[in-house]
């Protein structure tokens, strides 16, 4: 993991909290049609009461694609064959229902878990997100695409970081990520002597009085400099 990231940056930092999920009632084939309306590749699947039960990818439905050729077991497997992981494959394939075709066993997070770690999961079990959990419920979930995002986060010049300025930096940051109307990806944040300067693109005008305005709120700010370019590159524009 790059050493743009900081051990401050944590799971609550990182995660996106508006997520979209799913009952385990819910057909296969409107799971199908969520996925690809949403353009999203995984679901996860809550239980009445907001419990993590489970989360379909696009690989678990690809699986019941791949299953239709599965050949009929012969009378060899049927004496040394695994009886619950062989039912637990037929249910992904055959089965019509969220709960029938979902991944179980989710490696999963808390919001204090660093973004280091997070890394080294997705890398060790080749996994392109992680659910995060308070007390068993979901309350977000960190996808590949925000860790890269904190890698957009720069680090304090050399010889000129202090202790406060990382303070204020992490802060106006954490802050920046659950504000819908900031751009995180096309925003920088550099703290130096409590001087607090934007750099990269502002989308528009009150973008950028909103951020100012949000750098002021954070205490121990001196000055805030913005020099941001206007709009957004060609090649960036959503």
Not at 134 to 154: F, K, T
Request: net charge negative; charged share 30%.
């Amino acid at each position: 993991m790059s050493a743009l990231v900081t051990e401050s940056l944590t799971a609550r930092d990182l995660m996106t909290r508006e997520v979209v999920s799913i009952p385990p009632a819910m057909p296969v084939a409107a799971i199908a049609r969520l996925l690809a309306e949403r353009g999203i590749s995984a679901v996860p699947v809550l239980s009445a009461g907001g419990r993590m039960l489970g989360i379909v990818t696009e690989l678990d439905l690809i699986r019941r694609l791949s299953g239709a050729e599965d050949m009929r077991p012969g009378w060899l497997h049927r004496l040394v064959g695994n009886r619950d992981r062989d039912a637990e494959r037929y249910a992904q394939v055959h089965g019509m229902l969220a709960e029938d075709v979902m991944t179980r066993d989710v490696v999963c997070v808390d919001e204090r878990t660093s973004a280091e770690h997070i890394a080294h999961l997705m890398e060790e079990r080749g996994i392109r997100r992680v659910p995060v959990l308070r007390d068993e419920h979901l309350v977000g979930i960190v996808s590949r695409a925000d860790l890269l995002q904190a890698l957009l986060v720069p680090p304090a010049p050399l010889g000129s970081g202090s202790a406060e300025d990382e303070r204020i930096r992490t802060e106006l940051w954490r802050e920046i990520r659950e504000q819908p109307w900031a751009d995180t990806l096309y925003t920088y944040v550099n703290v130096r002597d409590g001087v607090v300067e934007f750099q990269g693109f502002a989308r528009s005008a009150a973008v950028r009085r909103g951020l100012r305005a949000m750098a002021h709120r954070i205490e121990g700010v001196r000055r805030v400099n913005d020099t941001m370019e206007d709009g957004l590159p060609a090649n960036l524009l959503c």
